[in-house]
Structures are given as structure tokens and as C-alpha cells.
């Protein structure tokens, strides 16, 4: 969540209850975390004034602060809090739910082929297989796309390939016969883009695209065009 929508979340919360519990915690009153265990920054521009500043609260609330000299509103800061308190509370639910075996990474819903044993399939082999499996009414499965808005790639494909040093195919292929590349989902994929590594596409005999962990001073990872048989990694999407 981004510092802007994080202030307005505040704000909206702070029409309606003076203090209330929000989900961050810390083991020592120094490092925190969110609860779904991402790191928050003591730096972090939502805390208030010289907070965190008691190693014996541990739990995050938000408060209702003095009204602005710019702005008609009481904005709100979070800070430490004696975790034996009781206040209000605020809930959140995740905006998907991903179908069984997919991995949620922020808000898209993923599934290498590695994890469940299917074997190296040819590009389309590997986009048929995402397109036939199960998932929720009104949404449909297909090889992973990048570039999408919200879309974090560098963590996305970490994650998903952490443990694996290799190519996977991804959703994207050469339209026509022409060097014009596109995503599955419709949108190109340009030549200069910045996901493409050194020397590519080849925009040869070799059409569909890939995605490499390169080996470089810090893990990379980037974009080849080939046409062999690779593991691969489905994405869900809403249907149109």
C-alpha cells in the first residue's frame, strides 16, 4: 500500500473512532512489521512525531490528530501501543482469492509449472495447459504477463523463480511474420522494451518469449525469444 492510500485510509478511519488498532507489530519495540510480514520502515511517513519510541509497545494503533492550517480534516498517524489496551480494531480482507495451487504475490494470482511436476511443454503446449485449468467463474487462466498496472516485476518473478535457474515461458509471442512482439493479453511489447535482455528478440526463426535469470553481479531477470520446451508460468485474469 503506497503512502497516499495509506493516508487516506487513515483519514476515512479517523472520521469514525478516535484510536484503533491497526496490523503491525515488533518483537522489541524497533523493528516492525505489518502482519503479513512486510517490513515497516521506522523512516515510514505515517508514524508521528518520534514514534515508534517505547520498546515495550509492540502493537500499532492510529490515532486522530489536531485539524491542519491547510485543510479542513484531523489526519491521523500511527504510533506504538501497550498491546493490553482495548480499542477499536479494523479488519481487512484480501481483494482475490486465489484458486488452489495458484500463489497470490500482491494482487495476481500465479502457478509454476515446477511446483506441481508438469513436465517442459512447447509455448502454445504451455499456454493450452494455463488455459484449461479450473478456476473461478468470471475469470480465466493463461500464460504470465508483465507490464500490467500494480505490477511489481522484479518482486513478482523472484519470488516465482527463486529456486529455479533456468528459462520459463511467459505470455507473450511474435505477431505475424513481422519483428512485432505482444502480450497475450493484447497489449505489444516493444522492441526496446526494458524487460528485453542484450541481443534481444532475435526476431528469427524463434517466436515466442521467455523469461531468463541471467547471471550478473545481482540476480536479473529478462526477456528472450526461443522455441524450445521449457517449464512455464500461469497467471489468472478477469475475463472482459
Not at 35 to 63: H, K, S
Not at 203 to 222: A, D, I, M, N, P
Request: some cysteine.
Amino acid at each position: 500500500m503506497t503512502w497516499i492510500k495509506i493516508n487516506h485510509f487513515l483519514n476515512a478511519m479517523a472520521a469514525k473512532n478516535k484510536t484503533f488498532w491497526l496490523g503491525g507489530i515488533s518483537d522489541n519495540g524497533d523493528q516492525w512489521q505489518w502482519i503479513d510480514g512486510r517490513d515497516i520502515y521506522i523512516t515510514a511517513p505515517f508514524w508521528d512525531l518520534n514514534e515508534p519510541n517505547q520498546v515495550e509497545n509492540t502493537c500499532m494503533a492510529a490515532e486522530t490528530g489536531s485539524v491542519t492550517a491547510h485543510e479542513d480534516v484531523a489526519q491521523s498517524k500511527i504510533f506504538d501501543h501497550n498491546c493490553s489496551d482495548i480499542l477499536p480494531f479494523v479488519c481487512q480482507t484480501n481483494s482475490i482469492k486465489c484458486p488452489p495451487d495458484f500463489i497470490q504475490i500482491e494482487n495476481f494470482c500465479y502457478l509454476h509449472s515446477k511446483t506441481f511436476g508438469a513436465p517442459n511443454l512447447h509455448w502454445q503446449d504451455a499456454r493450452d495447459y494455463c488455459q484449461s485449468l479450473d478456476v473461478y467463474e468470471g475469470y480465466h487462466a493463461d500464460l504470465a504477463v508483465l507490464g500490467l498496472q500494480g505490477q511489481n516485476y522484479y518482486n513478482i518473478m523472484d519470488k516465482l523463480i527463486e529456486n529455479y535457474n533456468g528459462w520459463v515461458w511467459l505470455g507473450a509471442y511474435r505477431n505475424g511474420t513481422e519483428c512485432q512482439y505482444q502480450w497475450v493479453d493484447g497489449r505489444e511489447l516493444p522492441l526496446d522494451s526494458i524487460y528485453w535482455g542484450t541481443g534481444n528478440p532475435h526476431c528469427g526463426s524463434q517466436s515466442k518469449v521467455c523469461l531468463h535469470q541471467w547471471e550478473t553481479s545481482h540476480r536479473t531477470y529478462l526477456l528472450d525469444d526461443s522455441d524450445y520446451s521449457y517449464p512455464f508460468i500461469c497467471q489468472v485474469f478477469q475475463d472482459n
